[in-house]
């Protein structure tokens, strides 16, 4: 049960290329290195942003000095 030689190797290549076809196994090619790519771009960017964007900030009760805020109170059923 040792390790598969080259030859066995060509034949089960051999096999998926003649089972998928040239072009189908070409598109699968490009569309896993895109996502990749793409993955990798996210990672690069997602660490960037994280530490260049400010917190955001948190809400405070004060009240509001635009004129177009409306102040609402809720009503509980009872």
Sequence with gaps: ???FSIWHWLIVLLIVVLVFGT???KNIGS???GAVKGFKDG???GGA???AAP???QVTSS???DANTVDVE???KS
């Design 1 to 3: 049960m040792g390790s």
């Design 23 to 25: 072009k189908k196994l």
């Design 31 to 33: 569309d896993l290195g």
């Design 43 to 45: 990672v690069r960017d």
């Design 49 to 51: 942003s994280s530490d």
């Design 55 to 57: 917190p955001p900030q």
């Design 63 to 65: 009240k509001s000095t």
């Design 74 to 76: 809720t009503k509980t």
